[in-house]
């Protein structure tokens, strides 16, 4: 059974895909809050999410990320996603409240869109460092190896895949629990595109806020960039978290 994939592991996968995310180590917990107030005006709003702090200063990934482009997008394209993620879980909350459905379908939408931008944005600035841009070590490169025979084969797929990634979206390296694999996905927008389960390891927005200052229509250039700045450590930790550390059977 030691090579099989145990339903155990598939249900802390799925589990682990969840917004939960945060509060189960894998994003920072100060991407969350359960409890607080945020609106002066609607005192007993809830403030479901925060905003997370960048894990660095604005210029610290210059050149390959400026610090302008670092500035809006986080202070202004994040918090944006957290505040509207916010809002509509406040309107889904009226709606249970009032007992008025009528607006659910499109509130739940912005809850996956909002979400998914919140929870993609938190992993982006884990997924750079100033110290970043060497290759990944230990468990993360050996399943590197198995998955796509090398880190520069991975290099060149996720490269591909995030250039073509159609209008706004991301170059996502997940690990998916029911085949025990690492995949690279595109997500369109924030939230298509995805596969049940599988949990985002690494990922790089190629919306063109997050490099058009920059590089302007050279996606391809940015997305070479973001290799010299990539932070396997936060993806190797991840990985570790969600594989577990392998421990003999207890018999329990
Ligand atoms: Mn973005």
Same mark, same amino acid.
């Given at each position: 059974?030691?090579?099989?994939?145990?339903?155990?592991?598939?249900?802390?996968?799925?589990?682990?895909?969840?917004?939960?995310?945060?509060?189960?180590?894998?994003?920072?917990?100060?991407?969350?809050?359960?409890?607080?107030?945020?609106?002066?005006?609607?005192?007993?709003?809830?403030?479901?999410?925060?905003?997370?702090?960048?894990?660095? &200063?604005?210029?610290? *990934?210059?050149?390959? +990320? #400026?610090?302008?482009?670092?500035? $809006?997008?986080?202070? /202004?394209?994040?918090?944006?996603?957290?505040?509207?993620?916010?809002?509509?879980?406040?309107?889904?909350?009226?709606?249970?409240?009032?007992?008025?459905?009528?607006?659910?379908?499109?509130?739940?939408?912005?809850?996956?869109?909002?979400?998914?931008?919140?929870?993609?944005?938190?992993?982006?600035?884990?997924?750079?460092?100033?110290?970043?841009?060497?290759? &990944?070590?230990?468990? *993360?490169?050996?399943? +590197? #190896?198995?998955?796509?025979?090398? $880190?520069?084969?991975? /290099?060149?797929?996720?490269?591909?895949?995030?250039?073509?990634?159609?209008?706004?979206?991301?170059?996502?390296?997940?690990?998916?629990?029911?085949?025990?694999?690492?995949?690279?996905?595109?997500?369109?927008?924030?939230?298509?595109?995805?596969?049940?389960?599988?949990?985002?390891?690494?990922?790089?927005?190629?919306?063109?806020?997050?490099?058009?200052?920059?590089?302007?229509?050279?996606?391809?250039?940015? +997305?070479?960039?973001?290799?010299?700045? $990539?932070?396997?450590?936060?993806?190797?930790?991840?990985?570790?978290?969600?594989?577990?550390?392998?421990?003999?059977?207890?018999?329990?």
């Amino acid at each position: 059974m030691d090579d099989h994939f145990s339903r155990r592991d598939l249900i802390k996968g799925l589990a682990l895909f969840s917004l939960a995310i945060p509060t189960v180590g894998l994003l920072s917990t100060s991407c969350v809050q359960t409890t607080g107030r945020e609106d002066k005006n609607t005192t007993e709003a809830h403030t479901y999410y925060t905003l997370p702090p960048l894990p660095y &200063p604005y210029n610290a *990934l210059e050149p390959y +990320i #400026d610090s302008e482009t670092l500035k $809006i997008h986080h202070d /202004k394209h994040h918090a944006g996603y957290v505040k509207k993620l916010n809002n509509a879980l406040r309107k889904l909350e009226e709606a249970r409240n009032y007992g008025n459905y009528a607006e659910v379908k499109f509130w739940t939408k912005e809850v996956s869109y909002n979400g998914s931008g919140h929870l993609l944005h938190s992993l982006y600035w884990e997924s750079m460092s100033p110290n970043g841009g060497r290759e &990944p070590r230990g468990q *993360l490169k050996e399943k +590197i #190896d198995e998955n796509f025979g090398g $880190i520069s084969n991975f /290099k060149k797929q996720f490269t591909a895949v995030a250039n073509s990634v159609e209008g706004s979206g991301w170059g996502v390296l997940a690990y998916e629990p029911l085949g025990d694999k690492l995949i690279i996905l595109q997500a369109e927008k924030h939230q298509d595109l995805a596969i049940w389960g599988a949990v985002p390891l690494l990922v790089c927005d190629v919306w063109e806020h997050a490099y058009y200052l920059k590089y302007q229509n050279r996606r391809i250039e940015y +997305i070479k960039n973001f290799f010299n700045v $990539i932070n396997w450590e936060t993806a190797s930790k991840k990985y570790k978290l969600l594989r577990g550390e392998k421990k003999p059977e207890t018999g329990t």
